[in-house]
């Protein structure tokens, strides 16, 4: 085996420093790792905290915005509650004016062509409506019928019986004026309605008609007991209360085929008031001289009608 030539020699040490790591490279490196991953971890920490003021500045501005938003819609809505009352009022006063106009127009074409022979559709027509915009005030011609039932004889029955009890003490004639004035001021302002009930009484169906009796028949009573207070007290005559009651109403009625729209419905209702009481007084004009015989005899006749009616009371048997 030869000895290696100098040549050689350079060579095999020029291999061995290439494939040897350089210990001051390898020292150096760990240093500069070490140096780049604390900026990192410095650049990331600012970053984290960039980031969460931000978030922090967002969230804030968030939450006041929606605050105010809040607050600007809770404004806003007081606004149109308030706002909306007025409307809903109108909206009302609207409808009430729409369903007197139906009224109307039905009370009219009831009258003309009975009950029976009116649709719907001619109401409908006649109001300027289509019929499925009927149907949101009234559901069927039964129901319009008992509004206007309702209207004429139950609301002047409550008119009547409210009188009695706001003024309890009130005496039997003056009572007996004001029921004739309250029943004929209403029958002035419902001519039309009271004209097709009088006339289509046996067209009504049978719970309309229970309605309409039931309301005529409190009207009656409440007539029948201020005469009947006024013959106890001594102040009318012993009549038969109820033909007397029937009389006067019958009177008051009968103005809805006579009157006007254009007549002092005032003095009417005291024309009657005062021929309502005359009717019944005892001894209407007794402080004069009796201008004849028939006159005096129907004074006795009188006195004698009441002493029996006092005896009556005395003893009923």
């Known amino acids: 085996m030869s000895a290696p030539t100098p040549r050689s020699r350079a060579k095999a040490k020029a291999t061995t420093d290439r494939e040897a790591p350089d210990s001051r490279a390898s020292t150096r490196r760990p240093a500069a790792a070490k140096k780049t991953t604390a900026k990192k971890n410095a650049v990331e920490k600012s970053t984290v905290e960039k980031t969460a003021v931000e978030k922090t500045g967002q969230e804030k501005s968030t939450v006041e915005k929606a605050g105010a938003t809040r607050t600007g819609a809770e404004k806003a809505g007081e606004g149109s509650a308030a706002a909306a009352t007025p409307r809903r009022r109108s909206s009302g006063a609207r409808k009430e004016l729409v369903e007197r106009q139906i009224l109307d127009r039905a009370t009219a074409l009831f009258a003309e062509r009975g009950f029976a022979g009116t649709s719907l559709q001619d109401i409908a027509e006649a109001s300027g409506l289509t019929r499925p915009a009927l149907y949101y005030y009234f559901s069927s011609k039964e129901e319009l019928l008992v509004r206007l039932v309702r209207e004429t004889t139950m609301d002047v029955a409550e008119q009547l019986e409210a009188l009695a009890a706001e003024h309890p003490d009130l005496a039997p004639d003056a009572h007996l004026r004001a029921l004739v004035r309250t029943s004929t001021a209403f029958q002035a302002r419902h001519r039309d309605q009271f004209r097709l009930l009088l006339r289509s009484e046996a067209e009504l169906p049978d719970d309309v008609t229970e309605l309409y009796t039931d309301g005529r028949r409190r009207v009656l009573r409440a007539y ?68 004849s015989v028939h006159a005096v005899l129907a004074m006795l006749k009188d006195d004698i009608s009441l002493l029996e009616h006092r005896l009556g009371e005395i003893d009923p048997s």
């Not at 003095?267 to 005892?282: M, P, Y």
């Open 224 to 291: 029948q007991a201020v005469i009947e207070r006024g013959i106890s007290a001594g102040l009318f005559r012993p009549v038969n209360s109820r033909t007397a009651t029937l009389g006067l109403i019958g009177m008051v009625n009968w103005m809805t085929w006579w009157s006007q729209p254009d007549d002092d419905v005032s003095a009417i209702a005291d024309e009657f008031a005062e021929l309502a009481v005359a009717s019944v007084l005892l001894h209407c004009g007794r402080d004069e001289a009796p201008a």
